[in-house]
């Protein structure tokens, strides 16, 4: 378990994908952050002091559960929804700056906050969607993650149709991960709970759903 500050700096630093400029961008994200929270409520004020565990390892943990061929930096594309702060996209992007990254946020100041940072942190494959999920034109992604962005099933309703059976979804979903999984019905899926590295609470919704045609009772 990570526990502080120092412990969530040195496991970010001993990732593969952490390379010298990685960290630089890393460090950048932080100071742009601290920075924009004045202006805007990003995340909480207290969670400031606490950013390389709360935020930074907590969206990095992610790539633990993602296949070799995305965390290695090949093209995702990955999406994630609701981005808000850019937790985990942002973060996701300064570790593998080649993979395309889509950042679906419909808050106009948040929009603009995320178009600032993909810009500053010069992530030239990191993109942002400004609309609402529900308007998203449909393709295929390989990776699909939100964090605390809808209830499981809502989420699945509304996203389904840009997974295929081969989409890893990955869902930090805190304390409510096993209960939302134990309450989801009419969906054919090969989802589990994996423990959070920064929340002796928390756990993550990882797996995938099944093809189309065996989703019980959903259309596209």
């Known amino acids: ?4 500050e120092a412990e969530a700096r040195a496991w970010i630093a001993a990732l593969p994908q952490a ?9 950048r994200l ?14 909480s004020a207290a969670s400031l002091g606490d950013v390389w565990r709360r935020h930074m ?15 290695d930096g090949a093209p995702g594309p990955w999406l994630d929804l609701g981005t808000g702060a850019g937790f985990p996209g942002l973060v996701i992007a300064c570790l593998l700056p080649e993979t395309e990254m889509i950042m679906v946020e419909s808050r106009s100041r948040r929009i603009d906050w995320l178009l600032q940072a ?27 993650s939100a964090r605390a962005f809808a209830p499981l099933e809502k989420l699945l309703d509304l996203s389904a149709r840009l997974s295929t059976s081969d989409t890893i979804w990955l869902l930090p979903k805190g304390r409510s991960a096993q ?11 090969k989802f589990h709970v994996e423990q959070s590295l920064t929340d002796s609470e928390g756990g993550i919704i990882v797996g995938t759903l099944l093809t189309e045609s065996n ?6």
């Open 57 to 71: 390892a907590d969206s990095a943990q992610l790539l633990a559960h993602v296949p070799a061929h995305v965390s």
């Open 215 to 220: 989703r019980k009772g959903r259309k596209a």
């Open 1 to 4: 378990m990570i526990g502080n």
């Open 19 to 27: 390379d010298t400029l990685a960290m630089e961008r890393l460090e």
């Open 118 to 144: 993909v810009e500053s942190l010069g992530l030239a494959h990191a993109h942002v969607l400004g609309q609402q999920l529900e308007r998203v034109e449909t393709r295929k992604y390989s990776v699909i």
């Open 30 to 43: 932080a100071s742009l952050l601290a920075a924009e929270n004045a202006r805007q409520n990003l995340v």
């Open 179 to 189: 209960q939302e999984l134990h309450d989801l019905s009419g969906w054919s899926h």
